[in-house]
């Protein structure tokens, strides 16, 4: 859902909020935040969130300091894997923080 929504935002944004309100209420989930293996992803993934419904540069840049703790909690045997996604996230978070710097600019 999150990368659709970051490909294909919804123009609605009264929908768009409660996507992601909802989004972030699965993530925060408590029997979620319980299992250790997880984490690594968990943070990711709400990287990612906060990088797709971000609306200024401060906000983008929360996402992506998530992404890059998200790397360094990875179990040894997902490393390799996490470090693909923060990579891929990354990537998103920089592509979407200089799109809204140059939309501010351009105010």
Not at 12 to 29: P, Q, S, Y
Not at 69 to 85: F, G, L, M, T
């Amino acid at each position: 859902m999150i990368e659709r929504e970051y490909h294909f935002p919804t123009i609605n944004k009264h929908v768009r909020d409660l996507l992601n309100a909802e989004i972030t209420e699965t993530l925060n989930r408590p029997e979620l935040q319980g299992i250790a293996t997880i984490q690594s992803v968990l943070l990711d993934t709400m990287g990612l969130k906060k990088i797709t419904f971000a609306g200024s540069t401060d906000e983008v840049r929360e996402g992506i300091e998530d992404c890059v703790s998200a790397r360094s909690n990875a179990p040894p045997e997902e490393r390799e894997i996490a470090d693909a996604y923060v990579d891929l996230n990354l990537r998103l978070g920089w592509r979407r923080y200089f799109v809204i710097e140059a939309r501010d600019a351009a105010s």
